[in-house]
């Protein structure tokens, strides 16, 4: 995608799960996550004008906490029915002051707030649908609705939540473009030499999903 981009009402900017969890000090920690929250502030003050939000929102006990399963330990992989789980640290607590937006985020243009992964048996890190695939969190209702047809994303994790967000709106047919700087990764090792982070890089360009740096939206 060309550098230059203009942004227009067509256009909303998405916060996937900026939250204190996925913070230095959280629960499941990513590396410089903090780090986004300046530069979404300024996305949101010089850039869009609309803007939704995600909140991962997880009851005590969750499908997805390595907690849950006795004999495993944080980042084990699991079989569960709707596919292969990654077994996280407790996080997300629901109500918990780790668990609302990072409190320095200007949430004046979120126009709605999705919470996911609150159903104890199914884990979501999509913003549109839960890790079945199929139970939709009506994200793709509203946005339809509002006459969006253009998602910029931004957030935690670049290779978890934010990947699985992109990867859904490409296949419901919005055109997708990660803000790249405004994004951390947990990059957890996958084949020698590979992480998540380059495995969902390859899967998201191959659907034509663009990386852009922030520098390179105009209005
Ligand atoms: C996330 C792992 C578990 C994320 C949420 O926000 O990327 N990752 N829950
Ligand atoms: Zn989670």
Not at 175 to 180: A, F, K, Q, W, Y
Request: with cysteine; glycine share 8%.
């Amino acid at each position: 995608m060309p550098t230059n981009i203009i942004v227009d009402a067509h256009d909303i900017l998405g916060l996937v799960d900026v939250q204190p969890t996925f913070m230095p000090g959280g629960e499941l920690p990513v590396a410089d996550g903090d780090a986004v929250v300046p530069l979404i502030n300024r996305l949101l003050a010089d850039t869009f004008v609309h803007a939704f939000a995600t909140q991962d929102w997880h009851p005590p006990g969750h499908i997805s906490f390595a907690s849950a399963h006795p004999g495993k330990q944080p980042f084990d992989t699991i079989a569960l029915p709707y596919g292969t789980q990654v077994l996280w640290p407790d996080h997300a607590h629901q109500g918990t002051a780790n668990a609302a937006i990072h409190p320095e985020v200007d949430l004046t243009r979120v126009e709605v707030v999705i919470r996911k992964g609150f159903h104890p048996g199914i884990d979501s890190y999509s913003t549109f649908f839960e890790n079945d695939r199929t139970t939709p969190t009506g994200l793709d209702g509203w946005l339809r609705q509002r006459n969006f047809r253009r998602i910029f994303l931004t957030g935690l994790a670049t290779d978890f939540c934010v990947a699985w967000s992109a990867e859904d709106a490409a296949r419901l047919g919005y055109e997708v473009v990660v803000i790249e700087d405004a994004c951390r990764g947990i990059a957890l090792p996958t084949t020698p030499g590979r992480t998540t982070l380059d495995d969902a890089r390859t899967r998201l360009t191959g659907l034509g999903v663009h990386f852009i740096r922030s520098d390179d939206l105009r209005t």
